[in-house]
């Protein structure tokens, strides 16, 4: 099959970027589209041309670097699934497929298709851990999870920290993000020392990061790879909300 | 009140101050309708609530105070809920500064898109249906004195100025009109006020957007009864 890419290129964070057309010639249906991306870049290289810098590590849908926003949708058509695991069956020979960063004050692009994540990893530096004895190992299973709150957290601990959240939100908003990895700490024992503080400090940090505030279009919900559930904003804000409304525990 | 003041100056604080807001706006639709519904119990019944509402908390209170307190309420609700919205706004404009070339609105539903113009016609029309039956203003015929049960009030006759306003065929047509973005802003105002007030639990969490499409075309389908009564002849002025 035969495509024709219209791909975002910017030299620098400063730079003004700019669309390019390419085509990928003779590529077949059962390739990744990181993988068709691969090709065009040896042709580039071949031409001595600059390739296309795109973000990518594990290509299996863990690590949650490789995104980017095709045709209009972060990851690509498909549901369930990184960039990385978008293949071209989703695509006609012929189709036209536009490629562009995930855009957001948030995420300055670096280079191309490349954007510096960094602010979602100060959202998780401003409360997303718990506070651990070091030492000899604790017995396994020593402090009882119920088994709902386990699978709910699991759930939310589901979120590879992708972006595309932030990608998909017409207000480029952070709140899915925030949302899982609240909510995968609030449900869990471990994380019960540090609730109040965690969600006052993570939403203090998405409030100083530009990103933007949530309408509830669900578009979060539906680019998520992991397919996290906009359930979670709701815990988030009702985690917010408790620690505002009641008094600081007394011990 | 630091704690407040921090909270409104997050995203997820000002939501909840349109959350709260929103849902005191949403108690007086209800609260009006339901009073403006015994139009259809004549002119004796409609007049007796309007006076009444004058006299709401006789003898504890003095005449209309508790009107212009609920009055009061309403006004600081919709100015806070606008104030919030044009805020955040602000935000979530500087949030994303370079637009995506190829747009695709994942999982919006017309209610979601339409919430903020939707909002301002909203703030219009209701400007513009204070300006037609309470301050009477844009009406053509209306009457600033009401005779109840033999006695003379200095309140406005509000059975005849609403049948008289609704026999106009365009003014009742733009007031039926009003409400699609009434219930469409309802519809999704009322689910994202769960969301925002943290309101979910796996067990009801299906039942909030039937619960709040129920809300809305409730409260819009029974505004628009009243219109529809007038120029049906349903209801008429003696």
Redesign the interface.
Request: hydrophobic letters at 45%; a positive charge; charged letters at 20%.
């Given at each position: 099959m035969n495509l024709i890419l219209?791909v975002w290129r910017q030299a620098s964070p400063t730079a003004r970027g700019r669309?390019e057309t390419y085509t990928a010639n003779d590529v077949n249906e059962e390739m990744s589209f990181l993988e068709m991306l691969d090709v065009v870049n040896e042709q580039l290289i071949a031409n001595n041309q600059e390739p296309i810098a795109f973000e990518h590590d594990c290509r299996e849908g863990i690590c949650g670097s490789c995104g980017v926003?095709v045709?209009?949708?972060p990851h690509g058509p498909h549901r369930g699934g990184a960039t990385c695991q978008l293949h071209l069956r989703h695509f006609k020979s012929g189709d036209e497929i536009?490629i562009?960063p995930f855009?957001?004050?948030?995420f300055p692009v670096l280079k191309d298709l490349i954007v510096d994540r960094g602010a979602l990893d100060r959202i998780i530096q401003a409360g997303g851990y718990v506070s651990v004895r070091t030492g000899s190992a604790p017995d396994a299973n020593a402090v009882l999870v119920p088994k709902q709150y386990a699978e709910q957290a699991m759930n939310a601990a589901e979120c590879i920290g992708c972006g595309a959240c932030v990608a998909?939100c017409?207000?480029?908003?952070a709140m899915l993000f925030t949302a899982a990895k609240v909510s995968h700490l609030a449900l869990l024992p471990q994380g019960q020392p540090e609730r109040t503080q965690r969600v006052e400090g993570m939403?203090?940090r998405?409030?100083a990061e530009?990103?933007?505030?949530?309408?509830?279009?669900?578009?979060c919900?539906?680019?998520c790879p992991k397919g996290i559930s906009?359930?979670f904003?709701?815990?988030?804000?009702?985690?917010?909300?408790?620690a505002?409304v009641l008094p600081p525990q007394e011990p | 009140m630091t704690?407040?003041c921090?909270?409104w100056?997050?995203?997820?604080?000002?939501?909840?101050a349109m959350a709260v807001t929103g849902v005191m706006l949403l108690g007086f639709l209800v609260g009006h309708l339901l009073g403006n519904l015994k139009v259809f119990l004549g002119p004796e019944a409609f007049n007796h609530y309007a006076v009444g509402l004058r006299h709401l908390g006789d003898p504890f209170l003095p005449e209309r105070a508790a009107l212009l307190v609920m009055r009061l309420g309403l006004i600081a609700a919709a100015v806070l809920h606008v104030v919030a919205v044009f805020q955040?706004r602000a935000?979530?404009a500087?949030?994303?500064?370079?637009?995506?070339?190829?747009?695709?609105?994942?999982?919006?539903?017309p209610a979601?898109?339409a919430?903020f113009w939707g909002g301002l016609t909203l703030a219009a029309s209701i400007l513009a249906h204070l300006a037609h039956l309470t301050w009477g203003t844009l009406h053509q015929d209306f009457r600033h004195e009401v005779v109840l049960n033999g006695i003379t009030y200095p309140y406005a006759d509000a059975y005849h100025n609403l049948v008289s306003g609704f026999q106009v065929p365009w003014v009742a047509a733009l007031y039926l009109l009003a409400q699609i973005p009434l219930a469409m802003h309802l519809y999704?105002g009322l689910?994202?006020a769960?969301?925002?007030?943290?309101?979910?639990h796996?067990k009801y969490?299906h039942w909030r957007r039937p619960a709040a499409a129920v809300v809305a075309i409730g409260i819009a389908g029974g505004y628009c009864l009243i219109p529809l009564a007038v120029l049906t002849g349903l209801v008429t002025l003696n």
């Open positions: 219209h669309f926003v045709n209009g949708e536009w562009e855009r957001a004050k948030a998909a017409p207000n480029a908003a939403v203090a998405v409030n530009a990103f933007g505030h949530c309408t509830n279009h669900g578009a919900e539906a680019a906009v359930d904003i709701a815990r988030l804000n009702r985690e917010l909300l408790k505002a | 704690k407040a921090w909270i100056r997050t995203t997820i604080g000002k939501k909840a955040l935000v979530s500087a949030a994303r500064p370079v637009a995506y070339t190829k747009g695709h609105k994942l999982n919006f539903t979601s898109s919430m999704h689910w994202s769960c969301q925002t007030l943290g309101l979910n796996p969490n």
